[in-house]
C-alpha cells in the first residue's frame, strides 16, 4: 500500500502543524501497538490459565465419576495448558500407556472424550483382539519420562 500524501500547505505555520500532527501520529502507533501487544500476551496468558483449569477440572471429574466425562477439553485445549498427554488403560488386559496428544491425526478441536472410542490397545490389538481403552486422566507429561528420571 503506497504511503498516504498529505498535500503541503502553503503558509509556514501551516506546513509546522502538519508535521507536528504527522510526527503525533507517528508516535501513537507505536504507543497503540506495544498496548496491542500487552492485551494480546495478557489474554494469552489468561487464555492458558482458563485452559489449564478446564484440565484440572475435568481430571478432577474423572477421578471422582470415573467413565469418559463429557464435556472434556479439545484437544488444543489441553496441549495449550500444556497437558499434551493421555494416560489410558486397556479394559482388557489393564495395561496402562500414555498417548500423545499433539501426535494424534485427529482434528485439534477433537473433545478428548471422543477419543475414548478412537484409541486401541496396541498390546491386545497385536494379539489379535481390539478392545476399547478406559480414560483415566490429561497429564502434563508422560509417565515414562517420570520413570526415568
Known amino acids: 500500500m503506497?504511503?498516504?500524501h498529505h498535500p503541503t500547505p502553503l503558509s509556514g505555520g501551516d506546513r509546522k502543524?502538519?508535521?507536528k500532527e504527522l510526527g503525533r501520529a507517528r508516535a501513537m502507533t507505536t504507543i497503540l501497538i506495544e498496548q496491542s501487544a500487552e492485551a494480546r500476551a495478557k489474554g494469552e496468558a489468561l487464555i492458558?490459565?482458563?485452559d489449564k483449569l478446564l484440565c484440572e477440572?475435568?481430571?478432577e471429574?474423572?477421578?471422582a465419576d470415573g467413565g469418559p466425562i463429557d464435556p472434556s477439553p479439545t484437544v488444543d485445549q489441553a496441549i495449550n495448558a500444556a497437558y499434551a498427554w493421555l494416560e489410558i488403560e486397556c479394559s482388557r488386559c489393564k495395561t496402562r500407556r500414555d498417548v500423545d496428544l499433539a501426535a494424534l491425526r485427529h482434528p485439534p478441536t477433537t473433545f478428548v472424550h471422543d477419543l475414548a472410542s478412537r484409541l486401541r490397545c496396541s498390546k491386545c490389538t497385536n494379539a489379535g483382539r481390539r478392545p476399547s481403552v478406559n480414560l483415566l486422566q490429561l497429564a502434563s507429561r508422560s509417565r515414562q519420562a517420570v520413570t526415568e528420571t
Do not use: G
Open 2 to 4: 503506497a504511503p498516504k
Open 17 to 19: 502543524a502538519l508535521s
Open 48 to 50: 492458558r490459565q482458563a
Open 57 to 59: 477440572s475435568w481430571n
Open 61 to 63: 471429574r474423572m477421578w
